[in-house]
């Protein structure tokens, strides 16, 4: 083979491997959560979105690969003075997202720091205006008014600012000590008041408890007397009963035993007699009260009668009466 021939075989082949090594050099990959900003000799020429791209050799060129994501940059912590002038120092957090591409990498020489410096001024002024406690207990008033200025300065930028969290808020040691003491004093507050209100709820509790006995302990003696009341007028009643019913069978045999000595023939003493023996067995019995015949008064006269009429019968019998001493 010639050697012209032999020299263009190597010419030629050596343009076509620079060829593939241009090609394969300006081949680019833009992944799923990435844009891809092109330049024109220099200039702004358009953005690529995800998929396989290649550039003009010489002429274009991948200038910057922005990350779409949500981003989170921890600032380190600041000094701040509050109204109060205390100074204190805060950690911020934010959270922030590229909504276009173009402005973040032309409008700002360095976002990130930009971002810093601007949340920086922003929380200076912000806690400029409250003081100790309420930049204490006013968090997410901080968070939302610096999430608001934060993202009105940047959207120029191309850039949204999601969220701001104040991380960390450190006060002074002395402050601090300050702190703890005036909590320790309000626990212990709180627990003098727990117990005194447990030792009130206590005394409420034993006091209404002793009430409750005291009514309970009125009624069932109240109860007991009624009960005892009523048991010893049941049996008083009982009582009264049983005694009427006796004098009342103690009469019914009287009245018989009277009809049978009438019917015998005995005079009407006789039978006077016999009424004032069946009311003194009538007053044997247990009863407190006794009505009295209104003829008793003639007691005396009818039992006198009564015996001489059972004394004649045997008069002749018997011995000369001595004479009877003279009635006193």
């Known amino acids: 083979m010639p050697p012209f021939v032999i020299a263009i075989i190597v010419v030629i082949s050596s343009l076509v491997f620079i060829g593939l090594i241009l090609i394969l050099a300006n081949v680019k990959v833009i992944a ?53 002038n205390v100074t204190i120092q805060i950690d911020t957090v934010v959270f922030f997202c590229v909504t276009d591409p173009k402005l973040y990498a032309y409008g700002v020489e360095n976002p990130i720091q930009a971002i810093e410096f601007l949340s920086s001024t922003t929380l200076r002024n912000l806690i400029g205006e409250l003081d100790l406690d309420s930049t204490l207990t006013s968090r997410d008033i901080i968070n939302e008014k610096m999430r608001k200025i934060l993202d009105a300065a940047t959207d120029p930028w191309g850039i949204k600012v999601t969220r701001v969290e104040v991380k960390n808020i450190v006060p002074p040691r002395d402050i601090q000590e300050a702190m703890e003491r005036q909590m320790r004093a309000e626990r212990e507050k709180r627990e003098k008041i727990l117990l005194a209100e447990g030792q009130k709820q206590s005394a409420i509790l034993i006091a209404e408890g002793n009430k409750e006995s005291m009514i309970l302990n009125a009624e069932a003696e109240r109860e007991s007397t009624i009960r005892r009341a009523q048991g010893e007028a049941a049996r008083i009643k009982a009582m009264r009963e049983a005694e009427a019913e006796g004098i009342r069978l103690v009469r019914l045999a009287e009245a018989e035993g009277i009809r049978y000595l009438r019917e015998a023939g005995a005079d009407e003493a006789v039978l006077r007699m016999r009424g004032y023996e069946a009311l003194a067995r009538v007053a044997e019995g247990q009863a407190t009260k006794i009505f009295l015949p209104a003829d008793l008064q003639p007691l005396a006269a009818a039992a006198t009668a009564i015996a001489e009429s059972v004394k004649k019968p045997e008069a002749p019998a018997q011995k000369p009466a001595k004479p009877a001493d003279k009635p006193e």
């Open 32 to 84: 799923q959560t990435e844009k891809g900003i092109v330049e024109h000799l220099g200039s702004y020429k358009t953005t690529w979105d995800t998929g396989i791209h290649i550039l003009t050799p010489f002429f274009d060129k991948l200038a910057h690969r922005i990350d779409m994501r949500e981003q989170v940059r921890d600032f380190p912590p600041q000094n701040v003075i509050t109204s109060d």
